[in-house]
């Protein structure tokens, strides 16, 4: 609650006292007699010029001269306990003013409780030495001494409980916003522990379809590399089927060189060593290159076939690492995805906790 607030609010709580009070006392006043006179100028001065200023006041046009209004009521109790004293000078009237110091005691302020005093004081005095005859008991200055010591103390009592309730304010005012700082900082925190489980959420969405999609290529690219490794399997297979294959036709045509050769070289034997070298030399020279250059073809054949075995074996090592990694990797990503599920589970705890 602002300053002004808390004044507009004890100005209309004084006016609301103020009037209530002087109008059950002015009734039981017409009841027994009092002067007309006295009772329209009381209820004059609060119905006709206190409660009309005070309501112009409340207005948001006139919201700046609700701080003046106070000192405004207090000149006009003043000056209205000063006119009903004159109208009809009694001692029951002086008492009247410790009402007023005490009514005006609502504000809570130190000036207006000084004034107030002063107020009072001085038509106390005036009274005193004017007309104290009919208003006093005694003219003594003695005893206006104690009448001035009395409306002091009730005055001093104001400013005691003016500064208890002022402090007490201060301090509900510090606590409140002690209150509205711990709200604010709550409502932060609330705010960065919506945001990250908002964060967290969005992070795992996407850490699930990047890990769908993931699955998905792994799936494909371990169906690819079976399908490299199955077509592996089948070429060495084939290799090692027409390796086998070459020796078995190598040793197909040794044999029928042989038998070629065999008939064909023994008659030439029982001739004279000329005719045999010289069959040998027409005859096994162009066989035996044509074996050489066959043995060749098969020896490099069988290294060949030797090396796609061995290739084949190390890409299937290879395929077989790769396949390891990605299972690997998918496992990584699933016990990622396991924390962030845990992750999200502990700050939505939070959040509910925070709420509560």
Do not use: W
């Not at 010591?149 to 509900?172: D, G, P, R």
């Amino acid at each position: 609650m602002t300053d002004i607030e808390l004044t507009k609010k004890r100005n209309n709580r004084l006016v609301f006292v103020l009037a209530a009070a002087i109008t059950v006392n002015e009734m039981l006043s017409f009841t027994i007699g009092i002067s007309p006179q006295f009772i329209l100028l009381v209820l004059g001065t609060i119905f006709l010029i206190i409660v009309p200023v005070t309501l112009i006041s409340n207005h948001p046009k006139f919201t700046r001269t609700v701080p003046y209004i106070k000192y405004f009521i207090t000149l006009v109790n003043g000056i209205a306990l000063f006119l009903l004293i004159k109208i009809d000078p009694h001692m029951i009237n002086i008492m009247t003013m410790y009402f007023y110091v005490a009514i005006m005691g609502i504000y809570q302020d130190r000036i207006i409780n000084a004034l107030t005093l002063l107020i009072t004081l001085s038509i106390l005095c005036f009274y005193f030495f004017t007309q104290g005859e009919n208003i006093f008991h005694s003219t003594n200055v003695q005893d206006l001494l104690f009448y001035i010591i009395t409306f002091t103390l009730v005055s001093v009592v104001n400013l005691m409980y003016a500064q208890f309730n002022n402090t007490l304010q201060q301090e509900k005012e510090q606590e409140k916003q002690r209150a509205l700082e711990a709200k604010c900082a709550m409502e932060t925190m609330l705010t960065k522990i919506t945001e990250s489980v908002q964060a967290a959420n969005q992070y795992q969405t996407d850490l699930q379809v990047a890990t769908n999609a993931t699955n998905q290529r792994s799936i494909e690219i371990v169906s690819s590399i079976e399908n490299i490794i199955e077509s592996f399997e089948m070429q060495n297979k084939q290799s090692l089927l027409l390796a086998n294959q070459f020796n078995q036709v190598n040793e197909q045509v040794n044999e029928q060189i042989n038998n070629l050769l065999i008939p064909t070289l023994l008659p030439h034997q029982q001739n004279s060593s000329s005719s045999a070298t010289a069959v040998d030399l027409t005859v096994t020279a162009p066989v035996e290159e044509a074996l050489f250059e066959m043995k060749s073809m098969l020896q490099d054949l069988g290294v060949a076939t030797e090396i796609t075995v061995d290739m084949t074996e190390y890409n299937k090592g290879s395929l077989n690492d790769v396949l390891h990694l990605v299972s690997i990797q998918q496992q990584e990503i699933h016990s990622l995805s396991e924390s962030f599920a845990k992750l999200e589970k502990q700050l939505s705890r939070m959040n509910r906790r925070s709420q509560l």
